[in-house]
């Protein structure tokens, strides 16, 4: 009965879409397969889903499938569980001295919920204030995409593009907006097609309430190219 229990606590945790912690919960021994020895186990394991659901396997269409998913939550999907896929941490000295804003906005998300394995898709907008330490542009989303190539709750993806911009340019002055589909809301369960969810994260200055406000009207900018 108590175990019961616990397992519907899951289910509605997961289904509320509620996170536990700013960091990703990964094991000990998250790291001990290689990502070859990954791949043959989780291909084993998509060929078992598939059969439990009664398709037959040896359909040329769906031979090649527990491969090809297996290949795929290892090196795309979830390829930003491997410390090794972060981008280098280089930066550059301010040279120009400038000393206001920079908004990197419209930075495409691909993630996923952790909660049912499904799409994640939306837009990432990205401000520091340097403090003498500049990042090239497409770092900011090299870094929104490493974090999104995880299981995720988009609250944490939120959150770890700011500790890592924090880190990178030694400035607490990041801030992070995400406006995202997560398609397990979309497709499934409550079917709404139009809902979007926003998370936002701001650190240092992006706390004023004048910094906070400069960074939403660069967002609302709509220039046309
Ligand atoms: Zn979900």
Request: contains cysteine; charged residues 30%; hydrophobic residues 35%.
């Amino acid at each position: 009965m108590k175990i019961e229990n616990d397992l519907q606590d899951f289910d509605s945790f997961g289904e509320n879409h509620v996170g536990t912690s700013s960091n990703t919960p990964l094991r000990n021994d998250a790291f001990e397969l290689s990502n070859e020895e990954k791949i043959d186990i989780i291909k084993d394991d998509i060929r078992h889903i598939m059969e439990t659901l009664g398709l037959d396997l040896t359909d040329d269409s769906l031979n090649g499938t527990p491969n090809r998913v297996a290949k795929m939550f290892v090196k795309e999907l979830f390829g930003g569980l491997d410390p090794k896929k972060k981008p280098s941490s280089s930066t550059f000295e301010n040279k120009y001295k400038y000393g206001e804003m920079l908004v990197e906005k419209n930075i495409t998300v691909y993630s996923t919920c952790e909660h049912h394995l499904l799409p994640i898709v939306g837009k990432a907008h990205i401000a520091y204030i340097s403090n003498g330490t500049v990042v090239g542009l497409s770092k900011m989303n090299r870094i929104v995409d490493y974090y999104a190539k995880r299981p995720q709750v988009q609250e944490r993806l939120t959150i770890q593009v700011v500790k890592e911009l924090q880190q990178v340019l030694n400035t607490e002055d990041v801030a992070c907006i995400i406006d995202a589909k997560h398609l397990c809301v979309n497709s499934r369960g409550i079917r709404d097609i139009e809902s979007s969810t926003v998370t936002s994260e701001f650190g240092g200055k992006f706390k004023e309430e004048a910094t906070r406000r400069e960074f939403l009207d660069y967002i609302k900018l709509d220039t046309k190219f």
